[in-house]
């Protein structure tokens, strides 16, 4: 399946500036897989150590986060869109 991958500022010195990037894969996991084949580094920045989507890494299939879903088993059907949104954190 292959889908559109858009690519948050912070990450796109591992995709050559590119916003949104395509990437093949059944399930999220594949898709991550794929982009570290095609983007070497960016899994690490997306993933923990142990291989599960880092805390503060928010990741959408189409309109769908993830961690409501399937987390990294949840399907990417034929051009669907992934937006992975980091985090923002602080304030006053």
Known sequence: MSVTVRIPTILRAYTGGQ??????????????ADLEKNHQGISARVLDDSGKLRRFVNVYVDDDDVRFADGLQTATPDGAGVSIIPAVAGGC
Do not use: D, K, R
């Not at 990037?21 to 594949?30: F, H, N, Y």
């Open 19 to 32: 916003a949104e990037v395509s990437a093949e894969g059944a399930t999220l996991a594949e898709v991550i």
